[in-house]
């Protein structure tokens, strides 16, 4: 479970995001980054058991994200993410296909899946499954237990215009037009506190599992 300390110090982290407080708090990051760790391995170890692309043997620590942010082309200087990130990709250790990815933050917590803006390429593949196999996906996103705990799968960000491959009239255009193919879980930060807090995450993903599984296929 993640442990009240860690939400502690991302909050105080929020209100204290600079070099010095970073500086004289630092056993506290590494106290909290432990503990995702942690979390983290636990949390691969149960959705290996959901989704057999998942490489068990995972090293749970390279699955956290850094905490450090890169501001090179970025207005806000602020050098420290306000939260935790464990990023679990599918089939095998590389990023490049559909993957779970934890967040932690108070207040703003959650689990998501699937493909977050795939690059050109990769995108192509997709809609091109879709157009062939759309019914396939539509099954799983329009699951009334899968609406229930991710929303409508439509509402993520789309293209304006179709994209010039397909037909206005496509009976799946509004799955070929977006540009992230996601399913998001918010978690209240009090469930993450609780010993089954894992295995919750876990059975959520069971629900992203066929989602992750649609789209590799699309890029096999």
């Known amino acids: 479970m993640i442990q009240r300390h860690t939400f502690d110090f991302l909050k105080e982290l ?7 407080w970073f500086l004289a708090n630092k056993e506290r990051y590494e106290s909290a980054r432990e503990n995702v760790i942690e979390f983290a391995g636990t949390l691969i170890s149960l959705l290996h058991k959901v989704d057999p692309g998942i490489d068990e043997a995972l090293d749970a620590k ?8 890169d501001i090179r082309f970025s207005k806000d200087k602020t050098p420290y993410k306000t939260n935790f990130g464990v990023s679990v990709p599918t089939n095998g250790t590389k990023a490049g ?8 933050s108070p207040g703003n917590s959650f689990i998501a899946g699937g493909y977050w803006v795939p ?4 995108l192509k593949s ?27 799968f439509r509402k993520q960000e789309q ?5 010039r491959e397909y037909d206005p009239g496509n009976e ?6 977006l540009k992230s193919f996601v399913a998001f879980h918010q ?19 069971g629900k992203i599992y066929p989602l992750n599984v649609f789209l590799n296929s699309a890029l096999s």
Request: charged share 25%; net charge negative.
């Open 62 to 69: 390279k699955s956290v994200m850094r905490i450090y942010r």
């Open 14 to 20: 929020a209100e204290n995001n600079n070099r010095e």
């Open 97 to 104: 296909r559909a993957e779970y990815f934890l967040h932690i």
């Open 119 to 122: 690059p050109a390429n990769h």
């Open 172 to 177: 799946n255009i509004d799955l070929i037009k």
């Open 126 to 152: 997709i809609r091109q499954e879709i157009d062939y196999n759309g019914n396939a996906l539509k099954e799983i996103v329009d699951n009334k237990e899968f609406v229930g705990l991710f929303g409508d």
């Open 187 to 205: 978690l209240n930060d009090e469930a993450l506190l609780l010993p089954e807090a894992a295995a919750t995450i876990a059975t959520v993903c």
């Open 159 to 163: 293209l304006k215009n179709v994209p």
